[in-house]
């Protein structure tokens, strides 16, 4: 089933221990991103990538890295997260990243509470 | 720079009546044009978009949209609501030109009342 797999589905963490979530998408797409949900703000996104090793900053990248070193993968790091990072995060691929018309699809969410 | 917005936070209809939720965008150029939705502890799932030709573009579930781009607007459209698409949805914009990433509206959530 294709499909894009973020872990993990939900997160409680402290102040400034360092995470990861995962992100893999079984399409072959060259494009992926990570977006976060807030109340009344929509989706914004966080950073994207248009294929291996390629990555570049969205609207809202600050207190966060990624990394692509394989095109399936593209974990998202929160090096000293804070509350202010509380929130629903999405990632989300598509194919042919010069494809305005294309697509995109959504992994299922991780909510991530930093106390 | 390109928006979307989506000027009511709720939308709420009575199952069997049709269904219309708003979404206006501003970008350079010609747009590309989608509309997504989430469902409750679920990933934004597609439903359709807008490319080029017929205004009104059919997508899945029995929703349409119609685009007008004097009005530089996209609402969605379903003649018959069901409770089942009570959920919360996302219009977003694509310029034709350039990489740039989906811009999303804030989300309109959709209530319908059996």
């Known amino acids: 089933e294709a499909q894009v797999t973020q872990n993990p589905r939900y997160l409680i963490t402290v102040t400034g221990k360092k995470l990861t979530v995962t992100c893999s998408q079984n399409?072959?797409?060259?494009?992926m991103s990570w977006y976060r949900q807030d109340p009344g703000l929509g989706l914004r996104q966080i950073y994207y990538?248009?294929?291996?090793?390629?990555?570049d900053k969205g609207d809202v990248p600050e207190g966060y890295k990624v990394s692509r070193k394989e095109k399936r993968n593209f974990p998202l790091i929160l090096e000293s997260p804070s509350p202010n990072q509380t929130s629903l995060y999405f990632c989300?691929?598509?194919?042919?990243?010069?494809?305005?018309?294309?697509?995109?699809?959504f992994g299922q969410g991780t909510r991530l509470t930093v106390v | 720079a390109q928006s979307v917005a989506q000027p009511e936070d709720q939308v709420n209809v009575a199952e069997g009546n049709p269904l219309t939720v708003k979404c206006t965008y501003s970008v350079s150029g010609n747009p590309y044009l989608f509309w997504y939705v989430q469902y409750p502890n679920r990933g934004l799932q597609f439903l359709l978009k807008y490319i080029t030709g017929d205004n009104l573009v059919k997508g899945s579930y029995g929703f349409e949209a119609e685009f007008n781009k004097s009005q530089t607007s996209f609402h969605l459209k379903k003649p018959s609501a069901l409770v089942s698409d009570s959920a919360l949805y996302f219009c977003a914009v694509r310029p034709y030109s350039g990489n740039t990433p989906l811009v999303f509206g804030k989300g309109t959530r959709l209530s319908v009342i059996a």
């Open positions: 990538s248009m294929n291996v090793e390629v990555t």
């Open positions: 989300a691929s598509s194919p042919r990243s010069l494809s305005p018309n294309t697509e995109a699809f």
């Open positions: 399409m072959n797409h060259e494009y």
